[in-house]
């Protein structure tokens, strides 16, 4: 069965510092991954996905992602980190039947210093 | 172009009662998924929806329903409903739910189980 482990529950980094949130997902075959992320009192918001060819990935705000085969892992990075980026963030692949399922981590919650 | 929208945004029940929640996807999109949020339990996919038929579902009980319209409005329906039903529901769309296709996720309704 599919399933998503962000391994990180929370994270402080300081206003500036560069960023990474680890997402390891288990899927049979080559998978649609996500990255969405969430502010407080608000729905989902999506950063990047991927579903084939260049494995770096770029999305909005600077959020960047890479796709390792080998490793399982579809990592979310940001060279520097502003205050306004503190939320939390979710790793999703598509479900099996491949129809409007998402299978979600368990969130990574950001907190920025100043 | 309008977002997905969800009414209400909060509600507060009691146990043993019923809710419906409706959900209106982006306009042009005919499929629409719900989740449930919860602290203890994450993102769970509850079902999608596409052409009025339910084509994927999550593993929650029989109380949890749905449906679909012919302009693609969802509803949720929780039947008999237990404390811990308290969760965010969130509902997203896509143009046909299949593969990468990005879901557009709603602010949700809050749902308070008293």
């Known amino acids: 069965a599919q399933s998503v482990t962000q391994p990180d529950i929370h994270i402080t980094v300081s206003e500036g510092a560069s960023l990474e949130l680890r997402c390891n997902y288990s899927?049979?075959?080559?998978?649609?991954l996500f990255w969405y992320v969430q502010s407080p009192g608000q729905g989902l918001q999506l950063l990047l996905k991927y579903f084939s060819g260049d494995t770096l990935v770029q999305g909005i705000k600077g959020f960047e992602a890479e796709f390792k085969r080998s490793q399982s892992s579809f990592n979310l990075r940001k060279p520097s980190v502003h205050w306004s980026d503190a939320a939390e963030y979710f790793c999703a692949v598509v479900g099996s039947g491949n129809t409007g399922k998402l299978i979600f981590g368990q969130g990574t919650t950001l907190q920025v210093k100043p | 172009k309008a977002g997905v929208t969800q009414t209400p945004r909060y509600l507060i029940k009691t146990r043993g009662q019923q809710v419906t929640l409706s959900c209106s996807p982006i306009s042009g999109h005919r499929s629409v998924s719900w989740y449930q949020q919860t602290p203890g339990q994450g993102l769970q996919f509850l079902f999608e929806?596409?052409?009025?038929?339910?084509?994927n579902k999550g593993n929650f009980p029989g109380r949890f329903s749905g449906r679909q319209f012919s302009n693609s409005r969802s509803e949720m329906n929780v039947s008999t409903l237990e404390l811990g039903d308290s969760a965010l529901y969130l509902c997203?769309?896509?143009?046909?739910?299949?593969?990468?296709?990005?879901?557009?996720f709603g602010p949700g309704t809050r749902l308070l189980v008293l």
């Open positions: 997203a769309s896509s143009l046909a739910g299949t593969g990468g296709e990005t879901q557009y």
């Open positions: 899927y049979g075959a080559t998978p649609y």
């Open positions: 929806y596409f052409s009025e038929t339910q084509r």
